[in-house]
Each structure stands twice: as structure tokens, then as C-alpha cells.
């Protein structure tokens, strides 16, 4: 089972991890996605912009992230982004990984980290 925010009580609701996928030069999607986690009692770690999955799986690892979301303003970074979310999530079946998309709300986002998957279908996007 894959891990989202979720987290009973008033406590943090989890580790977020929000960036954007490589040759996105915008920083303001994963910016308003931290945000958004931040207003939802999830402990952020907010990365700059155009970051190789490597790095982002890296910082994933040493804070112990629930869910890493990468996001993009354009229709050619959310098929990257896409593309990351494999990367990010390879050898980590607990993390949950989205493709954050242009139009997406923070409701819409929680709810796909929310909803629960078969284990070995991969990151969801």
C-alpha cells in the first residue's frame, strides 16, 4: 500500500515533496502545490525547478517523503513530469508519486495521493 498525507489526528499529515520536472523553467506550479500541502498540515520539502529525477529521489530518501508531486505549467513538462514519476518511484514501493497537471486543485491532488493502488502497478500519475 502506497503511503499519501493521510494521517489521523491534528499532527503533520506527512513528508511532500513538490518540484518540477527537468527543463521546466517555471517555479511557480510546484511552488502553489507546496503551498497547498503546507495549508494541508504536510511537512514540505519545496525543491527549486528543473531538477533531474536523481535529485529529487535523493531528497526523497533522506526526509523519508510520503509523496513527491511534480508539476508543470506546460503540456510538454506534465508529459515529462509523467516520464519522472517512474524514475522518482523506482525501488520505492511506499512513496506515492503524481504528475501534478495544469488545472489540477489541491482537493483533486490529495485524492489521487488518497486513493489506494495494487502493489507492483507502479507510481501513480
Do not use: M, Y
Amino acid at each position: 500500500e502506497r503511503r499519501g498525507l493521510g494521517r489521523p489526528g491534528g499532527g503533520p499529515r506527512g513528508r511532500a515533496v513538490p518540484a518540477t520536472p527537468p527543463g521546466e523553467r517555471r517555479g511557480l506550479p510546484a511552488w502553489w502545490r507546496a503551498a497547498g500541502l503546507r495549508g494541508d498540515r504536510g511537512l514540505v520539502h519545496h525543491l527549486a525547478r528543473d531538477l533531474p529525477a536523481a535529485e529529487v529521489a535523493l531528497l526523497v530518501d533522506q526526509v523519508s517523503a510520503d509523496l513527491v508531486v511534480l508539476s508543470s505549467a506546460t503540456a510538454e513538462g506534465a508529459r515529462r513530469a509523467q516520464e519522472e514519476t517512474r524514475l522518482v518511484a523506482a525501488g520505492r514501493p511506499d512513496l506515492n508519486v503524481l504528475a501534478g497537471r495544469s488545472g489540477d486543485s489541491l482537493r483533486d491532488l490529495l485524492a489521487r495521493a488518497e486513493r489506494p493502488t495494487a502493489a507492483g502497478q507502479g507510481p501513480r500519475a
